[in-house]
């Protein structure tokens, strides 16, 4: 079998990337979701003749992060799990040290960078809901260690959620949820505590799903026939629970590949002004959404209006 091809690539260097990349697992470990990523950007790397060195460093004074710049480790960084004041982007912008972002802040205009809509798709996920009848809709997020960190897609989608809630004149409800099964089947413990006659939810935290639907299940709710959920979510998880889930796609490779792709433009042409790609995949219709009905147990609403009983004598 022929080798692959490499791209020469820009040249020179130590023809190494590095990946700034803190683990968002509740126990300090990385995700299913951030292995896709690692994964994603190291195969487009090494297409480049490119290798990798990863760093868990999620602020600019965490060692593997000083000693990948200082020591001139890397030809450029690759920074994930943007914040929203996040001093990695200042102390690599300060230094004119080659770097592209996976995510975005008002820092990371400066140079390139890749993202995803996550206001927009929250958005687009809500009015989804509406145009099925539900008014009851509840917004499940990331774990409150990760929204109160300012971690930008948490934050983004939380605005995206209430902002369309607001313009069709409903009451959001927002949560926050640890990314496992557990925390999934707490949250819909307190949303339902919360507002019994909730009819749907959008979540965009893909590794609590399946505990959402556990939650759900142990409250005599049937997907989709009582309650409908859609979210953001890559295929391999929408497509693991039963029913599979309506989603956005989280489109990990096409992200990877561009991110990559702009580190080697960056690194070829140094003086370009900064590229931005914001991508905003559509919704993929599953088996997860339905029309909404009323809440088992509760009143339905009546077809016609009720008139009162007229006694008649004859």
């Known amino acids: 079998m022929a080798a692959p091809v490499m791209d020469e690539g820009p040249g020179g260097g130590t023809r190494t990337l590095g990946l700034l990349y803190p683990p968002a697992g509740r126990h300090r470990d990385y995700t299913t979701m951030q292995l896709a990523f690692v994964g994603g950007i190291a195969e487009a790397a090494t297409a480049h003749g490119y290798d990798l060195l990863l760093s868990p460093g999620g602020r600019h004074d ?15 960084v690759i920074v994930m799990e943007i914040r929203r004041e996040d001093d990695r982007v200042e102390r690599l912008a300060e230094e004119g ?34 145009d099925l009848g539900h008014t009851r809709i509840a917004f499940v997020n990331r774990s409150e260690q990760l929204f109160d960190s300012g971690y930008g897609f948490a934050r983004l989608g939380d605005e995206g959620y209430t902002e369309a809630m607001k313009k069709l004149l409903l009451t959001p409800r927002a949560y926050l949820c640890g990314d496992d099964l557990a925390s999934g089947e707490q949250v819909v413990e307190r949303i339902l505590l919360d507002d019994p006659l909730t009819t749907s939810l959008v979540t965009q935290n893909e590794a609590a799903l399946e505990g959402v639907y556990r939650g759900l299940t142990r409250h005599g709710r049937s997907v989709p026939r009582d309650f409908s959920v859609v979210g953001v979510a890559a295929g391999p998880w ?10 956005a796609e989280i489109p990990a490779k096409e992200m990877t590949r561009v991110a990559v792709d702009l580190m080697m433009r960056r690194l070829r042409s140094p003086d370009s002004p900064p590229r931005h790609v914001l991508l905003k995949p559509l919704i993929t219709l599953r088996a997860s959404t339905a029309r909404c009905r009323p809440v088992p147990g509760s009143d339905p609403e009546a077809d016609s209006p009720d008139f009162p009983e007229f006694g008649m004598d004859f």
Not at 62 to 75: G, T
């Open 238 to 247: 929408a497509e693991r629970v039963t029913p599979a889930l309506t989603a």
């Open 62 to 76: 965490d060692p593997s992060f000083l000693r990948m710049i200082s020591d001139r480790r890397v030809d450029g």
């Open 97 to 130: 040290f080659p770097f592209v972002a996976i995510g975005r802040n008002h820092r990371t205009d400066v140079s390139d960078w890749v993202d995803l809509d996550f206001a927009g798709l929250a958005w687009a996920c809500v009015q989804h809901l509406a």
